[in-house]
């Protein structure tokens, strides 16, 4: 079995976090987890909840340096399809490969690392529903309002701001103050 990314350097035999039994690539440093030893192992994890995105928006910021593979296409070292490709967005993004026909999972170097520090490495194929890509995505536009009403009105003014939209978003008349806040400023539909 040779690696995706190199091509021509074969797997080899190693683990992850003690006891997932794994293929590595001593050239590009990517590993390959089987299906079926991903799945046994998952089995002997403590009960997890999955991992909501939101809840990682704490710690965007992890250290982390891209593998120069992770833009390459490649196909599974198992059963030869392309590898689809789920988009983990962090500060430095990065992508997790899977085989969508035998379920097999791709780590470029570093990435199950962070995927660990996440919490994500238990739950890999949440990555790649439509939901969590969606959820994701609705996030990281957040954080870019967010970011973009500090640089406009300033920090101090911004974190009133977004204090009054939370207390407006929970009081059942806070469509009233929103209302009145775009008639103070000069804002009309």
């Keep these: 079995m040779n690696c995706p990314k190199c ?4 797997l080899l035999d190693g683990t992850l976090a003690g006891n997932l039994a794994v293929k590595h690539c001593t050239e590009c440093k990517g590993t390959w ?28 910021n992890v250290d982390f340096v891209q593998s ?3 833009t390459k ?18 500060k430095t993004p990065f992508y997790v490969e899977r085989c969508l026909n035998c379920s097999g999972i791709w780590c470029d170097r570093g990435e199950w690392d962070v995927l660990s520090q996440l919490g994500l490495h238990t739950t890999i194929e949440q990555l790649f529903s ?27 003014l911004a974190a009133r701001v977004f204090e009054l939209a939370e207390q407006l978003a929970k009081h059942p008349s806070g469509d009233f103050g929103v209302a009145y806040l775009m008639r103070r400023v000069g804002v009309t539909k």
Excluded: N
């Design 7 to 10: 091509k021509s350097v074969s």
């Design 33 to 60: 987890i089987p299906s079926a030893e991903y799945e046994a192992w998952q089995a002997q994890q403590p009960e997890l909840k999955p991992v909501d995105p939101e809840s990682i928006a704490q710690i965007l």
């Design 130 to 156: 439509s939901e969590w890509q969606t959820k994701v995505e609705k996030q990281q536009q957040s954080e870019k309002e967010r970011e973009a009403t500090m640089e406009k009105l300033g920090p101090e």
């Design 68 to 70: 120069p593979f992770d």
């Design 73 to 90: 296409a490649a196909l599974c070292p198992g059963c030869g399809r392309y590898l689809s490709r789920a988009k983990v967005r962090l």
